[in-house]
């Protein structure tokens, strides 16, 4: 079971990895994502790294609390502008849609790491 979660997140990760080719950031976001897809796709064949997972939620976590109290983070979507939908468009045409974006992905990739640090 945890195999074929860990494949669906490879997979996955390696899709978002791609898609942010093209972001303003690449050169932060594409390594955040390919990291978590590499560590989900050594799962798979029994490699795992529980201190790697640790590092990675670490830095993952610090850097989603700065876009949470970043000027237009998650925190100013939650009280500012009262959580507005983040999925009507993929264009992020407010301000705050790129953040509260980025603050997700990167709880969905520290809780993928979680999941196989545990499992570890």
């Known amino acids: 079971m945890i195999s074929l979660i860990n494949i669906i997140f490879f997979l996955a990760f390696l899709v978002f990895a791609y898609l942010n080719l093209n972001d303003i950031a690449p050169w932060l976001w594409v390594p955040i994502y390919l990291s978590a897809a590499i560590?989900?796709?050594?799962?798979?064949?029994?490699?795992?790294?529980?201190?790697?997972?640790?590092?990675?939620?670490?830095?993952?976590?610090?850097?989603?609390?700065?876009?949470?109290?970043?000027?237009?983070?998650?925190?100013?979507?939650?009280?500012?502008?009262?959580?507005?939908?983040?999925?009507?468009?993929?264009?992020?045409?407010?301000?705050?849609?790129?953040?509260?974006?980025?603050?997700?992905?990167?709880?969905i990739i520290a809780s993928a790491l979680l999941i196989n640090y545990f499992a570890a």
């Not at 799962?43 to 876009?67: R, S």
């Open 39 to 107: 560590c989900c796709g050594l799962v798979v064949f029994h490699l795992v790294y529980p201190l790697v997972y640790l590092c990675l939620i670490a830095a993952y976590l610090i850097h989603a609390t700065t876009i949470y109290f970043s000027k237009d983070g998650v925190h100013d979507w939650i009280t500012k502008y009262n959580r507005p939908s983040l999925v009507e468009t993929m264009q992020a045409e407010k301000p705050y849609i790129e953040k509260t974006r980025e603050f997700f992905g990167l709880l």
